[in-house]
């Protein structure tokens, strides 16, 4: 079965500078979500996208923003990065059957490991 | 907010016992529990979930159990393998949110 692609896989970049993750959902997967997962920690959850609209929002720095385009993948572009966003960035996707029946399962992608120097 | 805790944060047990991990949850109104395992350099794996009208769901070797009232949920295996050896989350999440709500992990070794 098609699972989450994110890309690339790795990045390694130098402070200040900027990074672009990519997030391609499972076919029919309207909803992607992210998440960031330091070394030895659990996810947590950055923003969530339903139809192109955000729908949730948790801790993500104001440096970072995200959207999600009408093929419904979606892109974190993280700027001014500092040694601390050094972790794991994982996309999550699910079909939203309308908030009235939620929450849905989650499927994760196998992430982007981003290395700040 | 919510909060998830998790125990224990590491469990060792011999291939062919059971393992059980438990989870409390603070939000009374959260009502989805998935359950995920993380290998090592991969993204965490939707394992079982349950819904706060159902109090004990099965998948062959997995099952979790919920209890509303205690707000307190468990996740069991049955005849482990070496296999099962990952870090376990637990999660909580509810109606009009999308986060979830992860706890802090367990680590279960499996041993043969």
């Known amino acids: 079965a098609a699972g989450v692609i994110q890309s690339p896989r790795h990045l390694i970049k130098e402070k200040r500078e900027t990074a672009t993750l990519k997030c391609y959902p499972i076919?029919?997967?309207?909803?992607v979500y992210w998440y960031q997962q330091g070394p030895g920690q659990d996810p947590q959850f950055l923003i969530s996208?339903?139809?192109?609209?955000?729908?949730d929002k948790g801790s993500i720095p104001d440096r970072f923003s995200a959207q999600q385009f009408s093929d419904y993948h979606s892109e974190l572009n993280m700027s001014s990065l500092e040694l601390g966003d050094s972790a794991l960035y994982f996309c999550?996707?699910?079909?939203?059957?309308?908030?009235?029946?939620?929450?849905?399962?989650?499927?994760f992608g196998p992430g982007t490991r981003l290395t700040v120097t | 907010g919510e909060n998830v805790e998790q125990h224990p944060s590491t469990l060792s047990v011999q291939e062919g016992d059971s393992a059980v991990i438990k989870c409390t949850y603070s939000?009374?109104?959260?009502?989805?529990f998935p359950w995920y395992k993380q290998e090592l350099g991969k993204g965490p794996q939707l394992i079982i979930d349950?819904?706060?009208?159902?109090g004990e769901k099965k998948d062959q070797r997995i099952a979790v159990t919920l209890n509303k009232t205690a707000k307190h949920f468990s996740l069991h295996i049955t005849e482990t393998q070496p296999e099962d050896s990952a870090v376990y989350f637990c999660?909580?999440?509810?109606?009009?949110?999308?986060?979830?709500?992860f706890g802090k992990g367990t680590t279960l070794s499996v041993s043969s």
């Open positions: 999550a996707s699910s079909l939203e059957r309308g908030l009235a029946g939620g929450p849905y399962e989650q499927y």
């Open positions: 076919p029919r997967h309207d909803t």
């Open positions: 996208f339903y139809e192109k609209m955000q729908s």
């Open positions: 939000d009374s109104a959260s009502n989805y």
């Open positions: 349950i819904r706060s009208n159902v």
């Open positions: 999660a909580a999440s509810k109606r009009g949110r999308t986060a979830l709500i």
